[in-house]
């Protein structure tokens, strides 16, 4: 199965970026059937701010799906529409575009935007704006689980733009194990061993190099400023044997 997969991302790369070129042509025909419904209605409805409003938002975001298709604005993109970056499928896109197919062919039941309304020509344009874009929606959900590499974790965007050379340009996550791998699901965790490189360890060791900080020191030599026990003497005076105190006598409390 991993090289079925890796032998369409060849014939992947030339499909994927011919059903792109459809998008985008099938989204300008969107925003071009918004703005001819959204003249007329400021016409012939007498509600047409509301009518108005609905046309403007589906023609902005036909172009915002453009700017997506194109490339544009990959960091932006990236950081704000993460489901459309270059990280995540088609599935977003895909039912974006059957939600604007089905809002513009609603639209064809109002009377601003019927065909008497609108003219023939621009009423076709309007329906086969909407069956296309929709057509092309249902695609991209097929074509986003035909190319997409999900043992390594490829994405369908991934293999449209780096073809049969994604494995080399992406970066595969390392945690991918051989269980997550064959269930299709990415575990994050830490190695073992780097975990217990960086977290501190305060496990006492009776060598003196290997003593951690953590650890009590007891002085056993007499040095500077200290008694004959190894008691701290400050200023002349004499801090208390730590013999005596309960801890060490092994008394509970």
């Not at 249902?138 to 986003?144: R, T």
């Not at 997550?180 to 977290?199: C, E, H, I, M, Q």
Request: some cysteine; overall charge positive; aromatic content about 10%.
């Amino acid at each position: 199965m991993p090289f079925f997969k890796s032998s369409l991302s060849g014939p992947g790369y030339v499909v994927l970026n011919v059903i792109r070129v459809c998008n985008i042509i099938a989204l300008l025909a969107i925003v071009a059937a918004s703005f001819c419904m959204l003249i007329k209605t400021f016409v012939v409805s007498k509600f047409f701010f509301f009518d108005g409003v609905s046309h403007v938002i589906t023609g902005c975001l036909a172009l915002a799906l453009i700017l997506t298709e194109i490339g544009v604005f990959r960091r932006y993109i990236a950081n704000n529409w993460p489901l459309l970056s270059i990280n995540s499928g088609f599935i977003t896109l895909a039912v974006l575009m059957i939600i604007l197919g089905v809002s513009v062919l609603g639209n064809l039941n109002k009377t601003a935007t019927s065909e008497n309304s609108l003219g023939r020509t621009f009423w076709q344009l309007t329906i086969a704006s909407g069956i296309v874009v929709s057509l092309f929606g249902v695609i991209n959900i097929f074509a986003n689980y035909a190319f997409r590499q999900k043992s390594l974790g490829i994405t369908a965007r991934q293999v449209r733009k780096y073809g049969s050379t994604a494995p080399q340009k992406v970066d595969v996550s390392p945690s991918l194990s051989v269980r997550t791998a064959k269930s299709g699901r990415r575990s994050f965790y830490l190695n073992r061993r780097s975990v217990s490189d960086t977290l501190p360890s305060y496990h006492t060791d009776n060598r003196p190099a290997a003593r951690n900080i953590s650890a009590p020191v007891m002085a056993t030599t007499p040095i500077k400023g200290v008694s004959d026990g190894g008691v701290p003497v400050i200023n002349g005076v004499q801090r208390p044997d730590l013999a005596h105190h309960p801890a060490y006598q092994g008394q509970n409390f």
